[in-house]
């Protein structure tokens, strides 16, 4: 077993495939997929379930690399100690449905750190995304929310993945629209209210079900509904359809520019909004801080600071 073996199987766990990873670490596919088939084979155990649509990870597989991780973290960081290397460390990785507040605070634990002596992955993904980059360690935290309709759903979810749900605060729904949007005006609107216009959403991939969906009530009828894959576009459809999407109101202008409103939405619903993590790891002193961050951007906003 070598380092280059290790950081080959990450890559591939990575990219989800032997030909995309091969194309990263700009190498043949016959080489890397014979260098990952020979460390299976010393480790006497299945790393990859292969398939013509990619690779998965095995349960095995998942185990290996959370250590193999380990490995290669430390091995970076005797190289930059020692060797004077100029290898970035990764000391600090979240996955997170598309909230303002997450951003905000991801921004801040960037520059408080510094770029130089750390590398940090911020990644935008489904629920199910979320959960599985958790679980293999790719982000040591995913932020996401949980529903009177979604509980159970989610909550069995985030235990099948070997993961705890720890709650950061609820919110009430609420509805973005364009500020040119006749119910931007509004003091509160109704799921009635909003059946006339575009309802967009998000696309959760293979695992669209509702008990998945980043959005509350999109089980209710809707005559028109536009379902993109990237959330930029969500909020340029919101000004250009005129169309609404419900979340938990938490909008930051200097990220989503001032033409983007939030509206209250008469529900009983509400967005339990927490983060999940490994049951067996406490979180890092920087995914600690990180949690500092945010809840700090959250207080800010119910104060009424919406920068």
Same mark, same amino acid.
């Given at each position: ?16 495939s032997i ?11 016959p080489?890397?997929?014979?260098a990952?088939s020979?460390?299976?084979a ?8 292969r398939?013509?649509?990619?690779v998965t990870l ?10 193999a ?5 430390q ?14 460390r990764?000391v ?6 598309h ?11 960037v ?30 935290l995913?932020?996401l929310?949980?529903?009177h ?12 993945a ?5 709650p ?7 509805v973005f629209?364009s500020?040119?949007? $006749?119910? =931007?005006? /509004?003091?509160?609107v109704? +799921? ?6 575009? %309802? ?8 669209n079900?509702?008990?998945?969906a ?17 959330r930029?576009?969500l909020f340029n459809?919101?000004?250009g359809?005129g ?15 001032s ?5 209250p939405l ?12 490994r ?5 890092? $002193?920087? =995914?600690? /801080?990180?949690?500092?961050? +945010?809840?700090?951007?959250v207080d800010?906003? %119910?104060?009424?600071?919406?920068s």
């Amino acid at each position: 077993m070598t380092l280059t073996q290790l950081r080959y199987a990450i890559e591939v766990a990575d990219a989800g495939s032997i030909t995309q990873a091969a194309k990263r670490l700009f190498i043949a596919q016959p080489s890397l997929s014979k260098a990952v088939s020979e460390l299976e084979a010393e480790m006497g155990i299945a790393i990859f379930d292969r398939s013509s649509r990619g690779v998965t990870l095995t349960e095995e597989g998942t185990r290996f690399l959370s250590y193999a991780r380990q490995v290669v973290e430390q091995a970076d960081l005797l190289e930059a100690e020692y060797k004077g290397g100029t290898r970035v460390r990764r000391v600090f990785g979240v996955s997170a449905q598309h909230y303002a507040f997450v951003v905000n605070a991801f921004v801040r634990l960037v520059r408080e750190h510094g770029a130089s002596s750390y590398e940090f992955s911020l990644r935008e993904s489904t629920t199910a995304g979320i959960l599985d980059d958790v679980r293999v360690q790719r982000s040591e935290l995913g932020i996401l929310y949980r529903s009177h309709f979604n509980r159970d759903v989610i909550s069995n979810a985030v235990r099948a993945a070997g993961l705890a749900f720890e709650p950061l605060f609820t919110a009430t729904p609420h509805v973005f629209v364009s500020r040119d949007n $006749p119910l =931007a005006d /509004r003091a509160s609107v109704t +799921l009635a209210d909003l059946r006339p216009y575009p %309802r967009l959403s998000y696309d959760q991939g293979i695992h669209n079900s509702p008990y998945f969906a980043e959005e509350l009530h999109i089980t209710e009828p809707a005559e028109k509904s536009v379902v993109v894959t990237d959330r930029a576009t969500l909020f340029n459809l919101l000004i250009g359809l005129g169309g609404y999407t419900i979340s938990s109101g938490i909008l930051s202008e200097a990220l989503n520019g001032s033409q983007i409103v939030a509206v209250p939405l008469e529900s009983d619903e509400r967005m339990e909004l927490g983060y999940v993590r490994r049951h067996d790891r406490p979180p890092s $002193p920087i =995914a600690s /801080r990180y949690l500092e961050l +945010l809840r700090g951007y959250v207080d800010a906003y %119910r104060q009424g600071d919406h920068s």
